[in-house]
């Protein structure tokens, strides 16, 4: 029995070392298979290569010799400090050994397209010492080729509102205002007016000028702004929004207008008025002298602005006025109603005034775009609920004055016109809005923020009206109406918008 089990052992022990030989074997050939595996894909894809690099033999993209030597391969493949005068002539002078060349063209549609740029259009030009891939960032690479174009927003902020240009045309692309070309199309795919590259007869051209065109032309704007333009502009240039609509709009510190001028000389004849019918009672036992009158009503109201009571006034001001508390006493219909109206009345003119100063402190903000543009989510979708709330108000209160009639409200013609403005100016404001989104071509997942405008759009887009011709006119009209109301603000009952505030803090001072 001990020699078979031995002899068993030396069989089986024969046996692991045959197929311990058999797998290694196994293992050998894979691996040698796997080598020439990617042997031959190497040697394939070196072929691609000088077979490639054969066939561009023929327009190499740099050349290999400058003055006479051979380059350093460091002459193309680095990054100067284009932060320096210097550097930023040697990234000009590298794009320039090919783009000022007349050999300089692309192939499109059989049709040969100059990409040869002139030196002296940037040595003149403001962008003297900028280099050209800090505006055209993506260039820079193989294939050789821009898909976003030069970006001016690196260096430059959006336009701040309602200034020199009249808004902050926030989809349209800079070149498509500032650049020579006076081609423009507008991009569904970006969202954006841009600069187009072919001209009115569909033949290419080259976008290579590097000239600023000269915005102070009086027919600068009518690029876009013209009969029958296919970008969504207005036929006509609109002013930009003046600084009395700072009750609603983002605005500029410009008048915008002469209907505006008359507006503001109104309104601050009023007001004179209104402080001379004032001045005309006794101010703290004082009849006669006028200018002892004006010099107690100054020291009581700078006496309590620095005093001890400044916070007592404050909380009485948030209370009293802002949150008519006082009114909400009386009645909470009354104070229901007016809040509808007031509350976002005032909400638009605290947000008008945030947007201003941070439109001016800091432009570059993502903060300032969202604020200025009309578009934006949050902008939208708040200026459409405050015209909301503001015209519900409007309809109970004249529901309450026209029909219902309680015996406390006396309806007087001067309440009446009060509504009637407002609401003519909500309804216009809507009305335009929507006129604005259809004919600029807002995309749903963008214009559906605006949750009245957009649907008033969606309706507008039924009809037959080519409403880029009748915009200005809805524009000019809620403009009329709203300067009216600016205008109208001293004479009717809505003075108390001045008179509560300074009653309330004269009052306290008395006490």
Not at 385 to 392: A, D, K, T, W, Y
């Amino acid at each position: 029995m001990k020699f078979r089990d031995a002899d068993c052992e030396l069989q089986n022990g024969r046996q692991h070392h045959k197929d311990r030989d058999n797998m290694g074997k196994r293992v050998m050939r894979r691996f040698i298979k796997g080598i020439l595996f990617l042997s031959i894909c190497l040697a394939s894809l070196l072929t691609l290569f000088i077979w490639n690099a054969e066939a561009d033999k023929s327009r190499p993209m740099m050349s290999p010799v400058l003055e006479g030597k051979t380059r350093d391969c460091l002459d193309c493949h680095r990054f100067p400090n284009v932060q320096t005068n210097a550097g930023a002539f040697a990234s000009q002078a590298f794009c320039l050994e090919c783009h000022q060349k007349d050999t300089c063209v692309k192939t499109i549609d059989k049709e040969k397209i100059s990409l040869k740029i002139d030196p002296m259009e940037i040595r003149k030009g403001r962008h003297a010492f900028v280099a050209c891939i800090q505006c055209h960032t993506d260039v820079a690479r193989s294939p050789h080729q821009s898909k976003t174009g030069a970006q001016c927003l690196e260096c430059h902020p959006v336009h701040n509102g309602a200034g020199e240009i009249h808004a902050p045309h926030l989809r349209v692309q800079c070149q498509a205002c500032h650049g020579v070309s006076e081609f423009v199309y507008f991009d569904k795919h970006t969202d954006q007016v841009r600069p187009s590259h072919i001209n009115d007869k569909k033949i290419p051209i080259g976008l290579t000028d590097h000239d600023l065109q000269d915005t102070t032309r009086a027919d600068f704007c009518e690029r876009c702004h013209t009969p029958g333009n296919k970008v969504g502009a207005a036929h006509t240039v609109l002013p930009s929004k003046s600084f009395i609509c700072i009750m609603c709009h983002d605005v500029s510190l410009t008048m915008g207008g002469p209907v505006f001028w008359v507006a503001f000389i109104l309104l601050i004849l009023g007001i004179l008025f209104t402080v001379l019918f004032w001045f005309q009672g006794s101010v703290q036992g004082e009849k006669k002298s006028m200018h002892r009158k004006i010099g107690l009503v100054s020291e009581s109201i700078w006496g309590t602005f620095f005093s001890r009571d400044f916070f007592t006034i404050l909380k009485t001001i948030l209370l009293d006025v802002i949150l008519q508390r006082r009114l909400l006493q009386e009645s909470v219909k009354r104070w229901f109603i007016h809040s509808l109206i007031f509350l976002p009345i005032l909400f638009r003119f605290s947000m008008s005034i945030f947007t201003f100063f941070v439109s001016r402190i800091g432009p570059e903000s993502s903060l300032a775009v969202i604020l200025i543009d009309k578009n934006s989510g949050f902008t939208a979708f708040v200026n459409d609920l405050c015209g909301i709330l503001i015209l519900l108000g409007i309809v109970l209160a004249a529901l309450q004055r026209l029909i219902i009639k309680p015996p406390h409200v006396v309806s007087e013609a001067k309440d009446n016109v009060a509504l009637l403005l407002i609401g003519l100016l909500v309804l216009l404001g809507f009305l335009a809005e929507g006129v604005r989104i259809l004919m600029t071509q807002v995309p749903p997942e963008v214009g559906i923020y605006s949750f009245i405008g957009y649907p008033i759009s969606r309706l507008l887009s039924f009809t037959h009206i080519q409403w880029t011709a009748i915009y200005p006119y809805l524009w000019w009209a809620h403009a009329g109406v709203g300067a009216a109301f600016v205008a109208y603000l001293p004479f009717g009952k809505m003075r108390h918008m001045f008179n509560t505030p300074l009653t309330l803090l004269l009052n306290y001072k008395m006490k």
